[in-house]
């Protein structure tokens, strides 16, 4: 059974390319911070029910919060390790290719891809995010972790929407051509 399920990709980067700087910098985010504007974050959020993000991003996550903000949502940690679930959190570690297509193949809202560059590239590579939805941010931070690695298939893109907002934050959203 097919489900209209979308892949989505929703996440920030500098102007070159940059969803991060060395040693997992994202202070460069902050530039744009303004009271009341989440850039349309929070109604993102309403239209999925699953999360997926690296291990790396979990851990740097929750560095900075008490508890996990997708806590509430079925939520897949992408790693190499086994860890036990807590809550609807679950630590993966089987191939992500498969997990995608079982997640598509049931019933459900979109799932949210919320990193990092390892698991963006390597579902590039088998060419399963639907839709891409990237923040731009106004710098140019030389250099860190790359949005989009090389090496991974060219894939062509229709332009959904563009958004601007008062802070210089432009937001581009794109679907897949093949969809």
Do not use: C
């Not at 040693?23 to 959020?45: C, H, R």
């Not at 919320?114 to 939805?133: P, R, S, W």
């Amino acid at each position: 059974m097919v489900t209209d399920r979308k892949v989505i990709l929703y996440i920030a980067s500098s102007l070159d390319g940059y969803i991060a700087k060395p040693n997992d910098g994202l202070s460069f985010l902050s530039i744009v911070q303004q009271d009341g504007e989440d850039y349309g974050y929070a109604d993102f959020v309403k239209s999925v029910d699953t999360v997926i993000l690296g291990r790396k991003t979990y851990d740097w996550v929750m560095t900075q919060v008490p508890e996990f903000p997708h806590a509430d949502k079925n939520s897949f940690i992408i790693t190499r390790t086994s860890r036990p679930s807590v809550g609807k959190t679950s630590f993966y570690t089987d191939n992500l290719k498969d997990l995608i297509l079982r997640l598509k193949s049931e019933q459900g809202k979109n799932i949210f891809i919320d990193g990092g560059a390892e698991i963006v590239n390597e579902l590039l590579k088998e060419n399963l995010i639907d839709e891409f939805i990237i923040s731009i941010i106004p710098i140019l931070v030389g250099s860190g972790t790359k949005l989009f690695k090389d090496g991974r298939p060219e894939q062509k893109l229709e332009l959904i929407s563009t958004k601007q907002f008062d802070k210089g934050l432009t937001q581009l959203h794109y679907k897949r051509a093949d969809n």
